[in-house]
């Protein structure tokens, strides 16, 4: 992406098309030569389109967050879709779970006897129609079980007629600096763990499942058949910080304007104010971050604080201020709250706008 395209207003989400394609093809290309499944986590990106590129380069499903993301997936053709975290399901998830397996293959979370044995009930005779993986705490330490007690869970499940898969993990403590090798080798350990306690008990284990875009590459197929990263397709500004993803690799950027300059003074910085707020951008800032985003085209500047519209960037000294009206593109901190508060976002290449598409499963939080 050369440039913003005359015909964007701005704030707007930017996709350059050629960048998420050869992010999709690398990603498959490098878990494939590792033996392994690729799953990819479409709460990213929410768009049917960007799915099935992902289908097409050999992802073998799609991982989701709620039940409603697989509804807009499963009614644009995705045929095997995974909720990767524990669900506790009423009698309306079940019926929206029963409507879904008619269609679509379909696995979910459970990591406690207690969320097995109310699936199972609620879905009634249509519990085998629903697969599950037990969810194992591999350090990041929020939802999963111990793996020592994977193998409770799997019985439970046994007991109220689910089928049982396998296990997963989420090692979001990648998500932080210097964590990546050690969250993939505690992820590895883990999986292990818990396949040999359901091995154990009698249950045949089919699907290992783990990875994020941290960690993803770094999961050893001995441990995992698939995993299941998700930024990876845009990046954003927390990967660029975690050296997971290098600027050309940053697909997804928020087209914005300098609508305010300030050349500074004793103690008051340089700076400009962008049209780009926390209404575009999202306020997710981890505290090693050194800001509220980055900007793609002038990697020294920082985001120092954020409004609902306005985006306050501190300037390095040795550059030059940018003029009122000129328009620069911001890389969010994390691509997947960007995502989820927009309605479209528009496809570029080389500064020309291509289309449109929809963010399909944008607000489907449940």
Known sequence: MDRIPETVDTPD????????????????????????????????????????????????????????EAEVFAAHGAQDLFLAYPLWVGPRQAERLRRLSATARISAGVDSSEAAAAMGERLGDAAGDVAVLVEIDSGHHRSGVHPDAAADVARAAVRAGLRVEGVFTFPGHSYAPGMPAEAAAQEQQALERASQELRDAGIEVLRRSGGSTPSALLTDSSAATEVRPGVYVFGDAQQLELGRCAWEDVALTVASTVVSRHEGGPGVPRRIVLDAGSKVLGTDRPAWATGHGRLLDHPEARITA??????????????????LGAR????????CIT??????????RDGMLLERWTVAARGRNS
């Open 339 to 348: 995502m989820n508060l927009v309605d479209d976002v528009a496809v570029v």
């Open 328 to 335: 620069l593109r911001v890389v969010p901190n994390h691509v």
């Open 306 to 323: 954020l409004s609902e519209h306005h985006a306050t960037v501190v300037w390095p000294e040795d550059r030059p201020l940018p003029v």
């Open 13 to 68: 989400v930017l996709i350059d098309r050629d960048v998420l394609g050869r992010n999709i093809e690398r990603m498959a290309a490098a878990v494939r030569a590792k033996g392994m499944a690729l799953r990819p986590h479409a709460k990213t990106h929410k768009v049917p389109q960007i799915a099935a590129l992902q289908l097409a380069a050999g992802a073998v499903g799609l991982t989701v967050a709620t039940i409603g």
